[in-house]
């Protein structure tokens, strides 16, 4: 009895294992009924510069949306990574922009607004810290603290940031820019803080793309279509290095946090890096826009005084303008978001942090993808390799 007990158990941990680390295993798993918050700049913005803003807004225009014919001021043609990531949590309303009025937040609400900042206070827009402020006002009326807590948190900032500073300091030396990463990086975690505060404990937070290879970027430094423009990369890479030993120490220190880190920087690179990878991820144009104007086809789609140009197939690009990805590379994250393995998001995917339970503490830790650690921790899996390659 004892032998077959312990195998009992034994079969019980792979059986678990095998659930939460085989992303084609979804059936019959019983997704908690929480809900999904977003915050950030336009990357995650699900209609709220509209709402912002006294002047028209190019996402609220054909061609955005065109993919499902609804311009509502999302920038993409279609859906956004959060609204896949939405349907995988089995939430059965979009997720809304909260500063439209009249919408159901029930099962969360986007506060993200395009042209965010974590520093400074941007032009007809919020700063993470704002968009968490507007959260705790809504919070008492709309959910309770249970439905918080195992509710997840997504976050996507700080792109804007390096990107003025850029502008702004172009011969800036490694010490200026490291000193602005460190100022940029420590508000990031002083509004994490914040939001854990405010009762949130499940944060999945988004490494920054590499700013360098945006399309618009491209184009405006003149880098031509096969190079990308390096200072900014370098800002990117530095401040990406800083989240997960932050996140890391707030586990640690935090009663009940929990977190994920969604490596988008190494995401959007290799598919760019050369014609015959990019290719396998059937993407046929990486380096230039599908709307827009320039070398780079980079600017001003969807604006009325911009005769822009418009891509015959945009499922054949990854972007859809200078800074934005089309419908279908967001629905490629939403899957990477939800069902990744660690080569992807780590220490666990969105869906491993959904079902985690709360207030238990993290059993791993985020750890550098290139350290021989990490390597040889995930080398041996018996598992398939999910959706790193998706």
Known sequence: MAVDSSLASVLGVLLVFTLLHNPNTVVGQSIPKVALFTFGDSNFDAGNKQNLTTVNVAQGFWPYGKSRDNPNGKFSDGFIAPDFVAKFMEIPIPIPPVLRPDVNISRGASFAVADATLLG????????????RKFNQLKEANWNDDFIKGSVFMIYVGANDYLNFTKNNPDA?????QAFVTSVTNKLRSDITLLYN????????????????????RQDYRTGEENCYEPLNNLAKLHNEKIGPMLNELAATASGFQF?????????????QSKTISLSYRFLKTNVSCCGVGTHDAY?????????KLCEYQRSYLFFDGRHNTEKAQEMFGHLLFGADPNVIQPMNVRELVMYPVGEPMREVW??????????????????RGFQYY
């Open 121 to 132: 206070a941007p032009v007809e827009s919020l700063t993470l810290n704002q968009q968490i």
């Open 173 to 177: 030396d490694a010490s200026a820019q």
């Open 198 to 217: 405010s009762g949130a404990t499940k944060f999945m937070i988004q490494t920054l793309a590499p700013l360098g290879c945006l399309p618009i970027v």
């Open 260 to 272: 994920t880190v969604f490596d988008f920087y190494n995401v959007i690179l290799r598919r760019i």
């Open 300 to 308: 001003g789609c969807g604006l009325p005084n911009v005769h822009s």
């Open 367 to 384: 750890l550098p993808t290139t350290s021989s650690t990490f390597q040889a921790k995930h080398a041996s899996s018996p598992f398939g």
